[in-house]
């Protein structure tokens, strides 16, 4: 191994030989040598050894006219640099070495662990999101999945569960990788931009409703469909989120009122609402099926841990089963249903009070969203009253057409 004592002119010298490859040895800073393959390219290298082996480190390629060239200089103060801290570097870079091998779960489960469970309101739906990908990727290395793997993913969601659901995951998959990628040297996410399967804002607004026919063969359906069932039809008489009606506890009930809970960092929500008597009614038949504190409970059991029997936790959370038996119900009557989502329901309640002739400004109050502008500032009344007339209302629309009033028009004999 030649050793000579590099200067920029000296290294930009030196030819590559024909077959083979050349190692130059720097005499002013130890360990530091330059390679030139038979093709001409330069290379700092820093020896090191282990174990008795010698090894080398890369520190730069010697090019002066490509934009990432290392000077001579630069290329003696990267070496002296690892040569202080190899045993660091070394070890930082063995950590790296075991973080590449970890499974798409240990990497999403530490991810919800750190940045999701208990920070965000969509918690429980993030969870339930990412460990549906378990099946398919659980034991995959994490670096592994590339952008092919992600883009397959999203077309099997899109054509299984709709477009939206295929970009919720995406938005999910993007901050996970996003999140790896700013702890990580190597690692860069393969979530780029242009994968989303609904492009423009345009068209990631929903405009579907329910129709009479359609409420007509939802509320057959439901009939038969338990807890799934009643918490439908209480989604449509009350215009409330989903997640608000499956959590609502019997603690929220105060008398024929709702109180409905507010969480950290929610913008805003119905907060108190009188129910009308369908949805009274509603509650009153959980209460034959009561298992926890929550008005619409998990069906979900398991052993008590002191003592005998079963206990019960949680929120009713089987939508996936649950709405896929109330397709297959509702298609008997009406084989050629659009597809629609438990979401519908709430625009298809607001259009409902629109019908009945409730104002606007009640209507939204009544679904609970926030009010723009200088009302929503300075209006504090709480249009308990008015909200309660709301719902009352479009309860007495939904009878009407679940129970068509018999037409007053007689036909006369001739």
């Known amino acids: 191994m030649p050793k000579t004592l590099f200067t920029e002119l000296s290294a930009a010298k030196l030819k590559p030989t024909p077959g083979r490859q050349e190692v130059y040895r720097d005499t002013k800073q130890a360990g530091l040598i330059l390679r030139v393959n038979e093709k001409g390219t330069k290379s700092w290298r820093c020896l090191f050894y282990v174990n008795g082996k010698t090894r080398s480190e890369a520190l730069g390629r010697f090019e002066p006219d490509a934009p990432d060239h290392m000077t001579v200089k630069a290329a003696r103060d990267a070496a002296a640099h690892f040569r202080a801290n190899q045993k660091a570097i070394l070890s930082e870079r063995a950590k790296q070495a075991v973080a590449l091998k970890d499974s798409f779960k240990t990497v999403a489960e530490r991810y919800l662990k750190k940045h999701v469970d208990g920070k965000r309101r969509t918690a429980a739906q993030m969870r339930r999101l990412v460990e549906l990908l378990y099946p398919r990727w659980g034991d995959k290395p994490f670096e592994a999945i590339k952008r092919s793997d992600v883009s397959e993913l999203l077309d099997d969601i899109e054509e299984t569960r709709g477009p939206r659901a295929a970009d919720t995951t995406l938005a999910v998959l ?37 129709n009479d026919d359609e409420i007509r063969a939802m509320f057959e359906a439901c009939a038969d469909l338990g807890t799934f069932g009643n918490l439908t039809k209480f989604l449509l008489f009350t215009g409330q989120r989903r997640a608000k009606c499956a959590t609502m506890r019997w603690a929220d009930l105060k008398g024929d009122a709702w109180v ?11 907060e108190s609402l009188k129910l009308p008597k369908p949805a009274l009614a509603l509650i009153e038949a959980q209460r034959d099926v009561r298992l926890n504190d929550f008005v619409f409970p998990s069906s979900y059991t398991q052993p008590r841990r002191n003592g005998p029997g079963k206990e019960t936790y949680g929120s009713f959370s089987a939508f996936g089963g649950g709405k896929a038996e109330l397709d297959k119900a509702m298609a008997k009557s009406l084989p050629e249903i659009q597809p629609w989502v438990l979401h519908d329901l709430r625009r298809t309640a607001r259009s409902l009070m629109s019908r009945a002739g409730v104002a606007p400004h009640i209507a939204e109050r009544t679904l609970g969203h926030a ?44």
Do not use: C
């Open 260 to 270: 409905i809970a507010t969480e950290a960092r929610e913008k805003g929500n119905a």
């Open 371 to 414: 009010i723009a502008g200088v009302e929503g500032v300075y209006d504090r009344h709480r249009y308990d009253t008015e909200k309660a007339q709301a719902l009352t209302a479009v309860a007495a629309l939904i009878g009407n057409i679940l129970e068509p009033e018999r037409s007053n028009v007689v036909v006369l004999a001739r």
């Open 174 to 210: 993007r901050s996970m990788m996003a999140n790896r990628a700013a702890n990580s040297d190597e690692y860069s996410s393969p979530v780029v931009k242009g994968m989303a399967r609904i492009k423009a804002p345009k068209e990631r607004a929903r405009k579907r409703i329910l």
